[in-house]
């Protein structure tokens, strides 16, 4: 058993992930039923692979803190000794960790493995409510008037447009628009495919992409080909090679974008934080849910329940704080009607 009172998180750290890579905390018996659900949850419920590692190192560490238990052993009050192990986070982290650990034990119940679930007692922590972190006024102005090549142009109308998370953008390919509908499809978080309506400046762009060269490529766009294919850069940059059938990782993504903020001067040469793709999103849905209500952004950003869309756009921002000023200013600027009756 491992205790986080007896090891500092710098001793801790190096042996859980040797542990997560060896599944060496399996071999205990509610190991193995850890086990049993992280493949239940990537082959059967569709997990993508961040979400089954971040699960995983959740549910190891539960395996090693109660190691000496068989499932069926496990009572609410061991759980919240598990969950103790993070009482120094944040509360999210803290409201990520008893979802997890909620999640499983559920799945468990359904499984028959216990009659009921140990963990249904126990409640999230509350957390505050951050404001959404948006992008600055007039930086899609300036990163398309930037961006010199149209598929970039293309790739930042869908994450400033359309609201595509990082992982959707990585896997969009020149099949998935569809110029005489004006839809394309998104694959996303979960592996999950829905399809968006392109309206506006997106469809010249893309119009405009589709019959351009490709960067590092001497022909159009075919479908099988990657929006953001990797190019790489050999021989101090002067071989340049093209990869179109490649998706893009993550990381090449996280530096592509980074790449169009220093083109249009929104960052220094050296910066590759504090402005994250993920603003444009969180940017497009606050708009969305001022222009056409909650409902709109929540199918809109793919949102499988409106409560999520809620919790973090359904709040009013200083934006709709101005408006409703502006309303109440108007308002008193208009004379009141009076009668010509003084008694009337």
Known sequence: MLSADRLTLAELAPMLRAILKDKSYRSSELGQLVGRYIRWFRNEWGATDASVRDYEAILARMSLTLADK??????VDDLRDVIDLWASREPRTRQKVTSVIRAFWAW????????????????????PRPAVPLLPLATDARLLAAAAEPRDRVALLCLLDLGIRRGGLGSLRVQDFDLARRTVVVTEKGRKSRALPLRGRIVQELEGYLLSDLP???????????????????????TTRAFPRDKPSAQYLHRWWYARLRDAGLVDVDVTSGLNMHRARHTMATEMRRAAGIDAASQALGHANISTTAGIYGHHDFTDLERAFEALNDARSVPPIRSENPHG
């Open 70 to 75: 068989r499932p069926l052993e496990v009572d």
């Open 216 to 238: 590092a490529l001497d022909r159009q766009p075919a479908a099988g080909d990657f929006l953001l294919y990797p190019i790489r850069r050999y021989g101090q940059g002067k």
């Open 108 to 127: 468990a119940e359904n499984e028959a493995v216990v009659p009921f679930s140990p963990a249904a007692r126990i409640r999230r922590p509350r957390a």
